[in-house]
Every structure is written in C-alpha cells, then in structure tokens.
C-alpha cells in the first residue's frame, strides 16, 4: 500500500483535494481509501491560511520515482506557482510510505518529517491504526502521542 498527503491553502480547499484525487486515479493510483478532512496551521509560519490535509491509501504499480514525477505535473496543472519553500499553495502531494519501503537517495521514504506532523500522523491513523514506520519502528499511536499537545489541540477534522 502507498500512503499519500495531499494538502491545499489556497482557494477553494477541498474542492483542489478533491480535482487531485481524480486526477490521481486518471493516472494510475488507485485510491482505496481517503480519510476525512483535517485542517490545520500552516507550517512553518501560521500567518498563512490554514491548510486542509488528507492521507489516501492507494495501491498503484507506478515507482516512487514516477510517483513523484506525477505529483508535480498534477500541481502544476492544478495552479500550484513554484515559490519559495512552504509558501501558500493550491496543491501539495507527498508519498507519506510507499509498501513499507525505505529509500534514501534524492527521495527519502517514508517522507523524514512525517512522524512529527500532525496533519500526517492524524489523518493516517483514521485509515490505517496498525500502521507502523518502518524506519523508526514506531506504530502510529505511539507517534500521535510523542507530538506535543499545542500539534494535538491546534488540529480539527472538518
């Protein structure tokens, strides 16, 4: 299975995740399950619009290589405006796990900063409680609770 983010702040928020999603499955990754919706601060400056997260689990024979390949393309047809780093954006896809694989080369999987955000972390363990990071070795409820509170509290499911 391959855990996938998908993220918007700009413009009509879950109507971008949702153009995202079917634009996924047009191109060959299969969305099993999605869950609900999670909106929270921006990161690293919450001065920007908050964004909405879900986390889809999907099976697709593409690489991770080729996944992310796509992931650009469907930003980029979606709106998304190449900027400085973690500026507001219409369209954010990242591979969260991709069949408990660990790739470290230009691509780093599972995504390094997953296990400390909680629009990751929270939407995953709607869809998936017995997953686990297959590099730290930590199941998902013990990567919920090792988040600090303020992450814990300044997050809601919409």
Do not use: A
């Not at 998304?80 to 660990?102: G, L």
């Amino acid at each position: 299975m391959v855990y996938i983010g998908i993220g918007s702040n700009l413009g009509n928020r879950i109507k971008n995740i949702e153009i995202t999603k079917y634009l996924l499955g047009i191109y060959g990754v299969n969305i099993v399950k999605s869950s609900n919706y999670y909106e929270s601060l921006s990161w690293p400056n919450e001065k920007y619009p908050k964004f909405i997260n879900v986390v889809v689990k999907s099976n697709t024979k593409l690489t991770p290589n080729k996944l992310i390949t796509l992931f650009k393309f469907i930003e980029k047809k979606m709106g998304r405006i190449k900027d400085k780093k973690n500026t507001p954006r219409i369209c954010d896809i990242d591979i969260i796990s991709y069949n408990k694989k660990i790739v470290s080369d230009k691509l780093v999987i599972p995504h390094q900063r997953m296990h400390k955000r909680n629009f990751v972390l929270l939407p995953l363990f709607e869809i998936d409680k017995n997953w686990s990071h297959p590099k730290l070795k930590k199941n998902i409820k013990n990567l919920i609770f090792s988040l600090p509170i303020k992450d814990i509290r300044s997050i809601k499911q919409i």
